[in-house]
């Protein structure tokens, strides 16, 4: 069982920055491939970041070269460093473990074993 809990959500001015951060319970963090995830009014989940075991990233078109997905297996923590935002980038954003047998990314949200209760993140224009 893991229990994952974002900070660091709130509102930010277009252009500005913000750090996204996700603190996760359990012995066996190291074993999770970590996301972010994030949901605007109206739509469908989609992939933000992902990062494996060993910190291999994979990142949404959208937010390649502005968004950065960390972690931290000795505190047990996941982060996203999100620069240059815009309006397109309001939404609740969720932190979402998936055990992995392999150092592997993930990206669908099918394949989410856990999820936290989500952040909101509003960028005015």
């Known amino acids: 069982q893991v229990q994952l809990v974002e900070s660091g959500g709130g509102l930010v001015q277009a252009g500005g920055s913000l750090r996204l951060s996700c603190a996760a319970s359990g012995r066996t963090f190291s074993n999770y491939a970590m996301d972010w995830f994030r949901q605007a009014p109206g739509k469908e989940r989609e992939f933000v970041a992902a990062i494996s075991w060993s910190g291999s990233t994979l990142y949404a078109d959208s937010v390649k070269g502005r968004f950065t997905i960390s972690r931290d297996n000795d505190k047990n923590m996941v982060y996203l460093q999100m620069n240059s935002l815009n309006a397109e980038d309001t939404a609740v954003y969720y932190c979402?473990?998936?055990?992995?047998?392999?150092?592997?990314?993930?990206?669908?949200?099918?394949?989410?074993?856990?999820w936290g209760q989500g952040t909101q993140v509003t960028v005015s224009s």
């Open positions: 979402a473990a998936s055990w992995a047998l392999n150092n592997i990314v993930v990206v669908s949200a099918s394949a989410v074993d856990y």
